[in-house]
């Protein structure tokens, strides 16, 4: 118990919260922020009725286009800090609890786009009840960074992708989940022709929805992700009939999730390999020291 304890409060100490999305990687190339729509601070947007919630505040396009081939990877990359990319801090602060969203939308020009159009879901971590494992506790054991494949049959052209995390930590009370969200201008080549639809923000997500207004400290906990699902065509779109891994693949998981810690994202070249990457990320992320038992304990410490 007592080391418990310990753990407890070093982790305490290390907590400072809100994070950016900021980088993104086209395969294994780093484009940093290149092609990002950086938002003006690591401030999360708590109204779901608001603008904001498609790009985040006071964002605005940029001049940079990330290409990218369809069927090849892309990595988003939160950090806490601007710039601050270190693998020795949470990418967001350890006690913001909740899933991991990637959207698409199909834009004439990336550079100019409002993204008001239709949003598409790529990928998603949300909530495993089995390891009580969140999509940010894989993201903070992976560097901040989440690989999703482009669709290889998705329409060659502009797009915006869109990042998100959900801190769930105080959104018990309407109003108190915390939206951390980037767009990216992305340009996609070859594919093939599809062009799935989508939500609109504001609009895909209500105050009230299940996966929004929760308590995420009350056991049994069951999670459903806002949001439409993953689109299937996209390598993300059967995750779950993929988590059941064998031993040996999750081993070699493993191996691939450590590795992730440092500079290189994962490429994950097939859906199996990426559920299973994240199933062992969430192992990882669990055996932490006293990580599951002062969950609970440091509910209320932190905003
Ligand atoms: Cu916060």
Known sequence: ??????????????????????????????????????????????????????????TSAVSGTCSVAAGDTLTVEMHQQDGDRSCTTEAIGGNHYGPVLIYMSKVDDATTADGSGDWFKVAQDTYNGTTEGWGTE????????????????????????????????????????????SCYQVKVTGGG???????????????????????????????????????????????SAAAATSTAASAAATTAAASSASATPVAASSTAAQASTAQASVAQANSTPGSKACRRRRRRDFQ
């Open 193 to 239: 022709s599809a062009t799935p639809t989508g939500v609109k923000f504001p609009g895909a997500y209500k105050a009230s929805d299940p996966g929004v207004l929760i308590n995420i400290y009350s056991t049994p906990l069951t999670y459903t992700a806002p949001g439409p699902d993953v689109w299937s065509g996209a390598a993300d779109g059967a995750t």
């Open 1 to 58: 118990m007592k080391s418990t304890l310990f753990a407890c409060l070093a982790t305490a100490s290390l907590v400072s919260a809100h994070a950016t999305w900021q980088d993104l990687w086209i395969n294994s190339e780093d484009q940093a922020e290149t092609c990002v729509r950086l938002p003006v601070s690591n401030s999360p947007v708590q109204d779901v009725t608001s603008n904001d919630m498609r790009c985040n505040a006071g």
């Open 138 to 181: 894989i993201l903070n054991a992976n560097c901040g960074k989440r690989t999703f494949t482009v669709p290889s049959t998705l329409a060659a052209g502009d797009y915006l992708v869109r990042s998100e995390a959900i801190a769930l930590h105080s959104a018990g009370s309407e109003g108190g989940a915390q939206f951390y969200m």
